[in-house]
């Protein structure tokens, strides 16, 4: 499974940006799919996932009705949209994919093992 994640960027505070992940290698509309992030010196969190047929979300607390998180199974491809960003936003972006089907523990961010490469996402005050 590969997965690539893209459309970070340097942004002000309350503005809005849309990461990209294009993933390949299996059959995408099989699986949930989900965002974590990383910030400098912080451990990795989750952010958001998505059922298989993109019916189900579910978000962190720290993101939720600020960030949506969306797929177009036809493209392979998931998002998450980020409006009103903040300082503390600011991270690398990852998307993450589960080893099998279903969505129960994946709902919450456990079970991932494949992982893009992080995208850059800095917010400014």
């Known amino acids: 499974v590969q997965l690539q994640a893209y459309g970070g960027g340097l942004v002000q505070a309350g503005d809005s940006l849309r990461l990209s992940c294009a993933a390949s290698g299996r059959t995408f509309s099989m699986y949930a799919m989900a965002w974590f992030r990383q910030a400098p010196g912080k451990e990795r969190e989750f952010v958001a996932a998505?059922?298989?047929?993109?019916?189900?979300?579910y978000y962190a607390d720290s993101v939720k009705g600020r960030f949506t998180i969306s797929r177009d199974n036809a493209k392979n491809t998931v998002y998450l949209q980020m409006n009103g960003l903040k300082p503390e936003d600011t991270a690398d972006y990852y998307c993450?994919?589960?080893?099998?089907?279903?969505?129960?523990?994946?709902?919450?961010?456990?079970?991932?093992?494949?992982w893009g490469q992080g995208t850059l996402v800095t917010v400014s005050s």
């Open positions: 993450a994919a589960p080893p099998t089907t279903g969505w129960g523990s994946y709902r919450t961010g456990n079970g991932y093992d494949y």
């Open positions: 998505i059922s298989s047929s993109g019916v189900s979300t």
